[in-house]
T-cell receptor, first 112, second 111 residues
Framework: EDKVVQSPLSLVVHEGDTVTLNCSYE??????LLWYKQEKKAPTFLFML????IEKKSGRLSSILDKKELFSILNITATQTGDSAVYLC????????????FGRGTQLTVWP | NAGVTQTPKFQVLKTGQSMTLQCAQD?????MSWYRQDPGMGLRLIHY???????DQGEVPNGYNVSRSTTEDFPLRLLSAAPSQTSVYFC??????????FGPGTRLTVL
């Protein structure tokens, strides 16, 4: 059975801290892994990862994929209160175009 | 471009009523999907479509029907609403089947 597991489920930090969110997966015919940010509304796309070891970066956010160990991490440096959100990891299988398999998400709360 | 639009934003139904949630996209995407989101459960796929006239079931299809007569529209029908269908519903579309763009959601309450 395909699985996408995120950890931790929730995390509380103070502004300026660095956080690492984890996503492990077990799927057949892996094609890509995606990260989304959700703030009380629709998820918004952050990154798509297809190759191992290549870091994707956008401002203070970065992500990397390890296809051998079947996991990805999302790093946020110098956190701000605006980073408070649920971060969702999803996996796309090549044999099921158009559908994503989501983890339960990590609720990140950043205190001022 | 409006992106992905959904109507209505909020809806309250009584048990046994039927209704249709509307979803439209103007990005000429082939792939469209419906998800439901419940507290602590992430997003679960209800139905999806890889093009006009082609639909398939996701993880939680029971109680829902879909059709895809045009590339732009992908309505979700609740046949006989039940309290277990109280949820937030998101429609999404994608050009290549992976990076999906979500609509603003419909919050549905079934009494």
């Amino acid at each position: 059975e395909d699985k996408v597991v995120q950890s931790p489920l929730s995390l509380v930090v103070h502004e300026g801290d660095t956080v690492t969110l984890n996503c492990s997966y077990e799927v057949t015919n892996f094609r890509s892994l995606l990260w989304y940010k959700q703030e009380k509304k629709a998820p918004t796309f952050l990154f798509m990862l297809t190759s191992s070891g290549i870091e994707k970066k956008s401002g203070r956010l970065s992500s990397i994929l390890d296809k051998k160990e079947l996991f990805s991490i999302l790093n946020i440096t110098a956190t701000q209160t605006g980073d408070s959100a649920v971060y969702l990891c999803a996996v796309h299988r090549g044999s099921t175009l158009g559908r994503l398999y989501f983890g339960r998400g990590t609720q990140l709360t950043v205190w001022p | 471009n409006a992106g992905v639009t959904q109507t209505p934003k909020f809806q309250v139904l009584k048990t046994g009523q039927s209704m249709t949630l509307q979803c439209a996209q103007d990005m000429n995407h082939e792939y469209m999907s419906w998800y439901r989101q419940d507290p602590g459960m992430g997003l679960r796929l209800i139905h999806y479509s890889v093009g006009a006239g082609i639909t398939d079931q996701g993880e939680v299809p029971n109680g829902y029907n879909v059709s895809r007569s045009t590339t732009e529209d992908f309505p979700l029908r609740l046949l006989s609403a039940a309290p277990s269908q109280t949820s937030v519903y998101f429609c999404a579309s994608s050009k290549w089947g992976d990076t999906q763009y979500f609509g603003p959601g419909t919050r549905l309450t079934v009494l």
